[in-house]
């Protein structure tokens, strides 16, 4: 194989397919060999990769039991540099010598089934050049399997670059292997919480057993990972798998559609599975070895009947019919391939477990449209039986409209709900802590009046003046209460606008100066932009301008009620990157400052608190705290007591752009 032209750092590595010399039942050391071709003697030719079986010898054709010895004269550049040579499965037991040195083996070579014992090994090896020509000799026997010969492919490359190739091959055939296991488990779970689930069963016991015989073919993993495997034990296993996952297979089909797979055809292929799987039990590998190929065309047959048994389910319109025939369809054509493989007639192959994961993924397609069936069947009978008790129609209809809308926002009502119950609790107790005194002395009144205990008629209009101003403080506390735990739930609309700091100034500039100036106090605005970028713009603010107007009336409405006439109240309004704070300041009685971090709790009423004005619900500065935690932002008290307080909050600031 003249190689001169190859370079193996820019070529990469090459395949060593092609006419080698073949000596048949001789084994010849690396100079015999060396010196038959370097004399010219003729020697057999053989074409690699491929067995030696069906070859011609001496007017007949060879088995696959026997010995012979391959030679290859390989020509290379000059190189200082480790080559390598990735050796794959060779049936069954192999000698390597490189330039004349012995570099690998596996098993023992022999000329007669006693004096040879067969071995497994796919490996790398390694080997300095020696000069521009590479000699290559390998001895193989086989007196154990059906095939002999070297069957795959042998590379020759850089040594860095044919162990990457090897590391890369290794993982792809773990994380097949992996995968096959793991889906196998899943299922097997499945099962597990469901006994009915039979179909699950046969899925899981399937992928396990595919998954086993994956790590022993292509790059022989297990064998890398665990030497000390016997070489009969792994071919019996492998055939073993094979011949015991078509049954599976078949059954797990007939879960999916038992009126195109009828019992009959299940229980032989059963029959078979089990009938070849003793046979590879109990018969010695030499011969087993002889029961695939009829397997193979049983293989075939069972695969063209379960394609045309899927085939007439898509035509029976089946649930998932159409995900059976495209899995179905191309995990059997990969069957195919690798039978035509591993008979020699093709020599590509190995794909059985790629089709196998194309099937898997089809197959969850399957399982997921019989869960979501399962689930609508659920939800269909679970509505029926609800419509039988004929006094609760107006709540059904009610619950299955708040259902349909809880499925299309399930994570929002997660959060809602949390918040609805809180301010569920928070409303019953506030009602019981708030309303139990007004309604007592409503109840004393009325029962003064209805004994007759009052009878002036001055006194009766006195104490209904009095029931009548229980009754609209309740009406007051009541809206307020309502208001607070629906901001609270989330169950107001904001309408939030984008406002330049400009206009939210301009805004609230000259809009409580009556109300203040009524009430004998003195009222100014102070707008200072402390942050301003280069074109002169302090940003803008996201606001619910009506909103915020709440906020600051009721801070006002108590600075008011705290302030002596002749006082006065500022309204403060600057840009304190990143945020737009406000500030009310007054010169009243001002804070205790052990009430400062409770002014914003509800129905906090303590006599030098902030949170409400004589007669006030309590629940202002309440309100006005949700309102600006919904803007994103924070409110705050300052004070000192006898010089005033200070009511602040602040709005999250955007960066100053063009409003279009």
Request: aromatic letters at 12%; one cysteine or more; charged letters at 20%.
């Amino acid at each position: 194989m003249d190689l001169r032209e190859w370079d193996f750092k820019k070529d990469g590595n090459v395949s060593l397919n092609g006419e080698w010399d073949f000596y048949w039942n001789r084994l010849l050391a690396p100079d015999e060999a060396a010196g038959q071709a370097a004399a010219g003697q003729s020697a057999d030719w053989i074409r690699l990769p491929g067995s030696w079986n069906g070859q011609a010898a001496d007017g007949r054709e060879r088995t696959g039991r026997g010995y012979a010895t391959f030679h290859l004269r390989v020509m290379t550049q000059p190189t200082g540099s480790v080559l390598a040579m990735e050796l794959p499965t060779i049936r069954t037991a192999y000698r390597l010598w490189i330039n004349g040195e012995p570099v690998a083996e596996s098993g023992t070579v022999g000329t007669d089934a006693a004096s040879s014992k067969p071995g497994y090994m796919p490996q790398v090896v390694y080997f300095n050049t020696s000069g521009t020509i590479q000699d290559i000799v390998i001895q193989v026997s086989n007196f154990d399997h059906r095939l002999g010969g070297i069957w795959k492919d042998m590379k020759m490359g850089e040594a860095a670059g044919v162990a990457s190739d090897h590391s890369l091959h290794m993982g792809l055939d773990l994380m097949l292997v992996g995968s096959l296991l793991l889906m196998g488990m899943y299922h097997l779970g499945l099962f597990l919480i469901r006994f009915k689930e039979i179909g699950a069963l046969y899925f899981s016991m399937f992928c396990v057993v595919i998954g086993i015989r994956a790590m022993f073919v292509g790059e022989g993993a297990v064998f890398e990972l665990f030497p000390s495997i016997h070489w009969l034990t792994g071919l019996r296993i492998e055939y073993w798998c094979y011949y015991i996952g078509v049954p599976l297979a078949v059954m797990f089909c007939r879960t999916l559609y038992p009126r195109e797979f009828p019992l009959w055809f299940i229980r032989g292929v059963q029959c078979a599975g089990a009938l070849f799987s003793l046979a590879v039990l109990a018969l010695p590998s030499w011969l087993f070895t002889y029961t695939a190929p009829l397997y193979q065309a049983i293989t075939g047959i069972v695969c063209a009947y379960v394609m045309a048994g899927m085939i007439r389910a898509l035509l029976q319109r089946r649930e998932g019919s159409m995900f059976a025939v495209l899995g179905g369809g191309v995990y059997s054509i990969t069957i195919m391939l690798d039978i035509l493989y591993y008979n020699q007639w093709i020599h590509v192959g190995d794909f059985a477990t790629l089709g196998l994961f194309f099937f898997i993924f089809m197959t969850s397609f399957i399982i997921s449209l019989k869960s979501f069936k399962a689930f609508a069947s659920v939800e269909t009978l679970s509505r029926q039986l609800r419509e039988l008790n004929m006094g609760l129609e107006n709540r059904i209809k009610e619950r299955t409209a708040e259902l349909e809308r809880s499925n299309r926002r399930l994570e929002k009502m997660n959060e809602d709900l949390g918040r609805l119950e809180n301010s569920r609790r928070h409303l019953l107790s506030n009602i019981s802590h708030d309303l139990g005194t007004p309604m007592t002395l409503i109840q004393g009144y009325v029962e003064a009046l209805i004994d007759r205990v009052v009878v002036d008629p001055d006194q009766q209009e006195k104490y209904l003046r009095l029931i009548l101003g229980r009754i609209t403080g309740l009406s007051r506390l009541i809206s307020d209460l309502f208001q607070l735990s629906k901001l609270e739930a989330r169950q107001i609309d904001f309408s939030m606008q984008e406002m330049t700091v400009e206009d939210v100034i301009g805004y609230y500039s000259d809009r409580y100066d009556l109300e203040v100036n009524n009430a004998g106090l003195r009222f100014s605005v102070q707008a200072a932009a402390l942050a301003q970028d280069g074109r002169g713009a302090a940003g803008t603010v996201f606001i619910d301008i009506d909103r915020i107007d709440q906020v600051l009336t009721n801070v006002i409405y108590n600075a008011i009620k705290h302030t002596p006439v002749g006082g006065f109240i500022q309204l403060q309004i600057t840009v304190d990157t990143p945020s737009l704070v406000m500030r009310v300041q007054d010169n009243g009685s001002g804070i205790d400052p052990e009430d400062l971090p409770y002014i914003f709790d509800r129905f906090y009423k303590k006599d030098k608190s902030r949170n409400s004005a004589e007669g006030g619900s309590g629940l202002g500065l309440a309100i006005a705290k949700e309102i600006v935690e919904f803007h994103g932002g924070r409110i705050w008290a300052e004070s000192r007591l006898g010089q005033g307080a200070c009511i602040c909050f602040a709005l999250p600031l955007q960066p100053a752009r063009v409003l279009g």
